[in-house]
T-cell receptor, first 117, second 113 residues
Framework: GAVVSQHPSRVICKSGTSVKIECRSL??????MFWYRQFPKKSLMLMAT?????????EQGVEKDKFLINHASLTLSTLTVTSAHPEDSSFYIC?????????????FGSGTRLTVV | AQSVTQLDSQVPVFEEAPVELRCNYS??????LFWYVQYPNQGLQLLLK??????LVESINGFEAEFNKSQTSFHLRKPSVHISDTAEYFC???????????FGGGTRVLVKP
């Protein structure tokens, strides 16, 4: 149980275009989701936390107008990279909080490799 | 704020040899601790976690980690590795009262035949 499906797994886009990445919880309701960015051979950097029905909370240094996060339902969160540039090329991973109250865990999507050319 | 340090960025090891991946954390409050594994071009999979109780936790595939509060460590060990254990391993912490995971820099394990 507690599976998160992330789509697409790979995307190549032209500089200046926008790309949407979807993250769906398949068998549970994800009240809280997280979006990470991972540079090659580096750790995961939390970009933002999204709660269903409210605005996302962005980490310091993350441009909220560039990385639009929508969490309109309990099973879907989307990350849109607007006006993408080559420096936005990266591996993006979503995660959902599973469970409630204290001893909850996290389940991760399989990631999206974005290449901006 | 909490932080996580994984002391080794890369660990080469021969098949069937033991391996230890070191993880130290810093936090002024109680934390929960996790180890995740990431295979190439994939997301993260939970290996094991420490929430409370016994300080030695085990995974189903032979890994174990021990929470040491006095040394603020949560090292991961496996007595005998397989080629399939080649992956990136991340240690992470979360404040007991918090929501966000903080990851270490990762340790790349390369198992050689």
């Amino acid at each position: 149980g507690a599976v998160v499906s992330q789509h697409p797994s790979r995307v190549i886009c032209k500089s200046g275009t926008s790309v949407k990445i979807e993250c769906r919880s398949l068998d549970f309701q994800a009240t809280t989701m997280f979006w990470y960015r991972q540079f090659p051979k580096k750790s995961l950097m939390l970009m933002a936390t999204s709660n269903e029905g409210s605005k996302a909370t962005y980490e310091q240094g993350v441009e909220k107008d560039k990385f639009l996060i929508n969490h309109a339902s309990l099973t879907l969160s989307t990350l849109t990279v607007t006006s993408a540039h080559p420096e936005d090329s990266s591996f993006y991973i979503c995660s959902a909080r599973v469970g409630d109250k204290g001893y909850y865990g996290y389940t991760f999507g399989s990631g999206t490799r974005l290449t901006v050319v | 704020a909490q932080s996580v340090t994984q002391l080794d960025s890369q660990v080469p090891v021969f098949e069937e040899a033991p391996v230890e991946l070191r993880c130290n954390y810093s936090s002024s409050v109680s934390v929960y601790l996790f180890w995740y594994v990431q295979y190439p071009n994939q997301g993260l999979q939970l290996l094991l976690k420490y929430l409370s109780g016994s300080t030695l936790v085990e995974s189903i595939n032979g890994f174990e980690a021990e929470f040491n509060k006095s040394q603020t460590s949560f090292h991961l060990r496996k007595p005998s590795v397989h080629i399939s254990d080649t992956a990136e391993y991340f240690c992470a912490v979360r404040r007991a009262a918090g929501n966000k995971l903080t990851f270490g820099g990762g340790t790349r394990v390369l198992v050689k035949p």
